[in-house]
């Protein structure tokens, strides 16, 4: 595990050596812009916006600004001298019930393991306390720059820290509400809890990120040459009025999307069902398509990728020449 961060997880006179690693990665796609003409990489150059230089890194530095407009220069130096007792150390101030927490302030997870074999016995200690108790630590430590309010629970055989955002970063709901009296039938209710019985129960490791998958699919026919995906007949729908009509179409739907993958051995509804919700919007459902198998497409994306750019490289050279 890659340790982003290390110190001490203080539980009372307790002292843990911990580090803190990422709990997840990402597969976002990341594209790079191009000049249309060659195929060149687009670069961007810092400058200075005073005598437009153009800086190294090592000439860049950081400064604060005050609402008056004032820049305040501030070095990695005298950051790391600040005076915190979170610069090194997670102190666990209190505990919540797990139950209590808002899901609208979690943020990112980390991995906390013990960063070395003494540290084993109280990690143990307080894993097991944590998840005899029912109950989350919460405490502070800096990290990146920035002071972090953490919680930690017990995961299995680790202890999870997640950092949460602060109380005052949580915007208020009230004008994602609907506006106006809306008034729901005792019909229209059961009608939903039927749709939702007959949907069943998500299996959220069998779904996949589709985007991802068919981007791979297009580059690896444009590097072969073959015919580009293209996509599938969509049904149409114009807006339903009638929202008990739609529930009962997408309960009706959803026990026959059951029955069909029951048959071909698959639970859930099938791969192709079209599922109209209320808005009376068409679409795909499930989002648990199997993705293309990774090793080939990268194979050919580094041979095209090697093919693609003799002629970028060259058209570069000799603009340079000129």
Same mark, same amino acid.
């Given at each position: 595990?890659?340790?982003?961060?290390?110190?001490?997880?203080?539980?009372?006179?307790?002292?843990?050596?911990?580090?803190?690693?990422?709990?997840?990665?990402?597969?976002?796609?990341?594209?790079?812009?191009?000049?249309?003409?060659?195929?060149?990489?687009?670069?961007?150059?810092?400058?200075?916006?005073?005598?437009?230089?153009?800086?190294?890194?090592?000439?860049?530095?950081?400064?604060?600004?005050?609402?008056?407009?004032?820049?305040?220069?501030?070095?990695?130096?005298?950051?790391?001298?600040?005076?915190?007792?979170?610069?090194?150390?997670?102190?666990?101030?209190?505990?919540?019930?797990?139950?209590?927490?808002?899901?609208?302030?979690?943020?990112?997870?980390?991995?906390?393991?013990?960063?070395?074999?003494?540290? $084993?016995?109280?990690?143990?200690?307080?894993?097991?306390?944590?998840?005899?108790?029912?109950?989350?630590?919460?405490?502070?430590?800096?990290?990146?720059?920035?002071?972090?309010?953490?919680?930690?629970?017990?995961?299995?055989?680790?202890?999870?820290?997640?950092?949460?955002?602060?109380?005052?970063?949580?915007?208020?709901?009230?004008?994602?509400?609907?506006?106006?009296?809306?008034?729901?039938?005792? $019909?229209?209710?059961?009608?939903?809890?039927?749709?939702?019985?007959?949907?069943?129960?998500?299996?959220?490791?069998?779904?996949?990120?589709?985007?991802?998958?068919?981007?791979?699919?297009?580059?690896?026919?444009?590097?072969?040459?073959?015919?580009?995906?293209?996509?599938?007949?969509?049904?149409?729908?114009?807006?339903?009025?009638?929202?008990?009509?739609?529930?009962?179409?997408?309960?009706?739907?959803?026990?026959?999307?059951?029955?069909?993958?029951?048959?071909?051995?698959?639970?859930?509804?099938?791969?192709?069902?079209?599922?109209?919700?209320?808005?009376?919007?068409?679409?795909?459902?499930?989002?648990?398509?199997?993705?293309?198998?990774?090793?080939?497409?990268?194979?050919?994306?580094?041979?095209?990728?090697?093919?693609?750019?003799?002629?970028?490289?060259?058209?570069?050279?000799?603009?340079?020449?000129?």
């Amino acid at each position: 595990m890659r340790s982003v961060w290390s110190g001490t997880l203080a539980f009372g006179l307790v002292s843990i050596p911990v580090k803190l690693g990422s709990a997840v990665s990402s597969h976002k796609l990341s594209f790079r812009q191009i000049h249309l003409a060659d195929q060149g990489r687009v670069r961007y150059q810092k400058t200075c916006e005073l005598d437009e230089e153009v800086l190294s890194a090592a000439e860049i530095g950081r400064a604060f600004e005050t609402p008056d407009d004032q820049l305040v220069e501030v070095s990695d130096a005298e950051l790391q001298a600040l005076p915190l007792p979170t610069a090194k150390t997670i102190e666990v101030s209190g505990f919540v019930d797990t139950s209590r927490i808002d899901r609208m302030q979690l943020d990112t997870p980390y991995f906390l393991a013990p960063s070395s074999p003494t540290a $084993n016995k109280p990690y143990v200690l307080m894993r097991e306390a944590l998840s005899r108790s029912g109950k989350a630590a919460v405490g502070k430590f800096a990290m990146r720059n920035s002071e972090h309010l953490a919680l930690i629970t017990a995961r299995d055989d680790i202890l999870l820290l997640q950092t949460l955002r602060w109380p005052d970063e949580l915007n208020s709901a009230a004008d994602a509400a609907p506006r106006g009296k809306v008034t729901i039938s005792d $019909n229209e209710l059961k009608l939903a809890d039927t749709l939702i019985d007959a949907l069943g129960e998500a299996d959220l490791t069998a779904y996949h990120d589709e985007y991802a998958a068919a981007v791979e699919a297009l580059v690896t026919a444009k590097l072969e040459g073959a015919e580009l995906p293209t996509v599938e007949g969509e049904a149409g729908g114009g807006k339903v009025v009638d929202l008990m009509a739609a529930l009962q179409a997408s309960v009706d739907q959803a026990h026959e999307g059951r029955t069909s993958g029951d048959k071909g051995g698959k639970g859930g509804g099938g791969k192709d069902a079209t599922v109209t919700d209320i808005g009376g919007r068409s679409g795909k459902g499930g989002g648990t398509g199997k993705r293309p198998a990774k090793k080939a497409a990268a194979k050919k994306t580094t041979a095209g990728k090697s093919a693609k750019k003799a002629p970028a490289k060259k058209a570069a050279s000799r603009r340079k020449a000129n």
